[in-house]
């Protein structure tokens, strides 16, 4: 009779060892797992930017900044705004930054429910953006993509003294036309689009 020595039974110290040493192996496997998934999930949420369409969703409606006592940021965009979207991520890091004492109202220039507001702000490239004061009254405007750090100390000012402190500028922005009703000089707006 051949004995397998695989098949002998180990003494109880070698064999509390052997558990011993799985056991370790097994919790490390665990964490190296755990770490990944942190590691992976931490990495999505970093690259996703939010759409310009979830942070509308969540923006202050326009009747509620005019009546709540508060400063606006008034900005209007559009889905397709190359620029609206490169903002996207400061303008949510802004509303975080200013949550409670800044109103973020977003205009889609695409919905003609806005066309007064359009018109009444001259908007003719976007993004566009209107600071007022608490009492609803526009007191600056810029146009295009800003760096965060202009906004962000012109909301502050907005906040602080009822003014904002950098003149305005325009960047990088993305032309717009307001269609306005009975306007068909352009044969390329079928009746409503923005002429590129």
């Avoid at 109880?12 to 665990?30: H, K, W, Y």
């Avoid at 942070?55 to 009546?67: D, G, H, I, K, M």
């Avoid at 608490?134 to 146009?143: N, Q, W």
Wanted: glycine share 6%; charged share 15%.
């Amino acid at each position: 009779m051949t004995s397998d020595p695989s098949k002998m039974p180990l003494d109880p110290e070698t064999e509390q060892a052997t558990l011993s040493q799985r056991f370790r192996n097994f919790l490390i496997v665990m964490v190296a797992i755990a770490l990944s998934l942190v590691l992976f999930m931490g990495s999505r949420q970093h690259t996703q930017q939010p759409s310009l369409s979830a942070l509308a969703q969540n923006s202050t409606p326009l009747e509620v900044a005019l009546a709540n006592q508060k400063p606006t940021l008034l900005e209007f965009y559009a889905n397709w705004c190359t620029s609206c979207q490169a903002m996207a991520d400061d303008i949510q890091d802004l509303e975080e930054q200013f949550s409670g004492q800044v109103n973020f109202v977003m205009l889609n220039v695409d919905n003609s429910k806005w066309l007064p507001e359009i018109l009444k702000y001259d908007v003719d490239g976007i993004p566009h953006f209107v600071f007022m004061d608490a009492e609803g009254k526009a007191i600056a405007s810029t146009i295009g993509q800003q760096p965060r750090q202009i906004l962000a100390d012109s909301l502050g000012a907005l906040v602080a003294e009822g003014t904002v402190a950098t003149s305005p500028t325009i960047g990088k922005t993305s032309l717009f036309q307001a269609a306005v009703k009975g306007n068909q000089d352009d044969p390329r707006s079928h009746g409503g689009m923005p002429a590129l």
